[in-house]
């Protein structure tokens, strides 16, 4: 048992260029999340889904698109990466959007 | 936005009680209210959830008065291996769907001493 997994650990990007964050999570939760944290800075959630099929804006959406791929996987992508988007990027999933969420190791983004 | 307000920073030493604040004026009837504890490099991790009253497992226990509007963390006897970053969460109702949008605060960074 896994619980949740990011890939990847760690990525620079130069300015413009794209990625996709991957994210999955093996207890059969229905709800799942993306959020960023700045040095120094609390979590801020950028979209969540709160179960499959669905997918919502959080408190920062803009620069960033969401798929949930199945109830197990939830992607985070950055069309044209900005300096502004250089953060550690954290997945969580919970039973359902009110309980408790696991959270992933993370994934810290450089954008140059 | 419902916001939530905590000290920035606690100091401790071990053995003592620990207890953390936080605000939540503007909390929504059904939301629940939930710390997580934070190590640097590493993901949150849950602490405990609570709805009313009062909580506890294992680890801490939650304090929340009847108007809901704060709750309080408490961590008995804390060690060097409880300094970290703990943050207390809210739910959040944006106007499209009046669903639960989870909002953390600031967190509060706790420093245990020797």
């Known amino acids: 048992n896994a619980g949740v997994t990011q890939t990847p650990k760690f990525q620079v990007l130069k300015t413009g260029q794209s990625m996709t964050l991957q994210c999955a999570q093996d207890m059969n939760h229905n709800s799942m999340y993306w959020y960023r944290q700045d040095p120094g800075m609390g979590l801020r959630l950028i979209y969540y889904?709160?179960?499959?099929?669905?997918?919502d804006k959080g408190e920062v959406p803009n620069g960033y698109n969401v798929s949930r791929l199945n109830k197990r996987e939830f992607s985070l992508r950055l069309e044209s990466a900005a300096p502004s988007q250089t953060s550690v990027y954290f997945c969580?999933?919970?039973?359902?959007?009110?309980?408790?969420?696991?959270f992933g190791p993370g994934t810290r983004l450089t954008v140059t | 936005l419902a916001k939530t307000t905590q000290p920035i920073s606690m100091d401790s030493y071990e053995g003592q009680e620990v207890n953390i604040t936080c605000s939540h004026n503007?909390?929504?009837?059904?939301?629940?209210i939930t710390w997580y504890q934070q190590f640097p490099s590493q993901g949150p991790r849950f602490i405990i959830q609570?709805?009313?009253t009062k909580v506890t497992n294992e680890v801490a226990s939650l304090f929340i008065p009847a108007d809901r509007k704060s709750s309080t963390l408490s961590l008995p006897r804390v060690s060097l291996s409880d300094t970290a970053v703990y943050y207390c969460?809210?739910?959040?109702?944006?106007?499209?769907?009046?669903?639960?949008?989870?909002?953390f605060g600031r967190g509060t960074s706790l420093i245990v001493h020797p």
């Open positions: 889904s709160a179960s499959e099929g669905t997918t």
């Open positions: 609570g709805y009313k």
């Open positions: 969460l809210v739910g959040d109702e944006y106007p499209r769907g009046g669903s639960y949008i989870p909002t």
């Open positions: 503007n909390i929504a009837t059904n939301d629940y």
């Open positions: 969580a999933s919970s039973e359902a959007v009110e309980r408790e969420q696991y």
